[in-house]
């Protein structure tokens, strides 16, 4: 069965220096994954997709996130944070035998000015 | 573009009481669906349906029920509100039945059972 763990609950960087936001997943097929980003009070908002076609996925607001098959990952990234960055990020799967989708329990990410 | 839109956006419920949250989308989407979010634990579906007069249930569905008379509107009913049900409620939406496809999301509904 797919499974999400998100390796980190809370991350803290300072402003202009690089993101890092752990995802691994298990499942014995090539899947499709999600980032998405839920700023305060809002609803969640897609950041980017895995399909295969690629392994390095271009996002918007400068995020990408790699997919590596042999680590099972698929880290999300940004060269240099802004202060508007800051909110919680899911990885997500989706969950193909029951039309579900699988729920990473959320990245906290700060930015310090 | 108002694409998904949940109302009310916070609600205080007396335990036993009955509500429902509104959920409309504008986008033609098939599939909607409910989730709920708590801390530390991501979202967890509760009912979805991929179009109207179609549902199941999700994960966590017992304690709500749904219906989808039409495309645009999916509401979610809380039969007899407990402190468990306490909780930021999402209603999404995506194009077609494809698990694989993004999904759109409403700001939520937090609500608080007394």
């Known amino acids: 069965a797919q499974s999400v763990t998100q390796l980190d609950s809370h991350v803290s960087v300072s402003e202009g220096t690089p993101v890092l936001l752990r995802c691994n997943y298990s499942?014995?097929?090539?899947?499709?994954l999600f980032w998405y980003v839920q700023h305060p009070n809002k609803g969640l908002q897609l950041l980017l997709k895995?399909?295969?076609?690629?392994?390095l996925v271009k996002g918007i607001n400068g995020f990408e996130a790699e997919f590596k098959k042999s680590e099972t990952s698929f880290h999300l990234t940004k060269p240099s944070a802004h202060m508007s960055d800051a909110a919680e990020y899911f990885c997500?799967?989706?969950?193909?035998?029951?039309?579900?989708?699988?729920f990473g329990a959320g990245t906290r990410l700060t930015v310090k000015p | 573009n108002a694409g998904v839109t949940q109302t009310p956006k916070f609600q205080v419920l007396k335990t036993g009481q009955s509500m429902t949250l509104q959920c409309a989308q504008d986008?033609?989407?098939?599939?909607m669906s409910w989730y709920r979010q708590d801390p530390g634990m991501g979202l967890r579906l509760i009912h979805y349906?991929?179009?109207?007069?179609?549902?199941d249930q999700g994960e966590v569905p017992n304690g709500y029920n749904v219906s989808r008379s039409t495309t645009e509107d999916f509401p979610l009913r809380l039969l007899s509100a407990a402190p468990s049900q306490t909780s930021v409620y999402f209603c999404?939406?995506?194009?077609?039945?494809?698990?694989?496809?993004?999904?759109?999301f409403g700001d939520g509904t937090r609500l608080s059972i007394l």
């Open positions: 999404a939406s995506r194009q077609g039945r494809y698990v694989a496809q993004p999904q759109h």
């Open positions: 499942s014995s097929y090539s899947p499709s």
């Open positions: 895995y399909t295969s076609a690629a392994t």
């Open positions: 997500v799967a989706p969950l193909y035998n029951n039309n579900d989708m699988r």
């Open positions: 986008m033609n989407h098939e599939y």
């Open positions: 349906s991929v179009g109207a007069g179609i549902t």
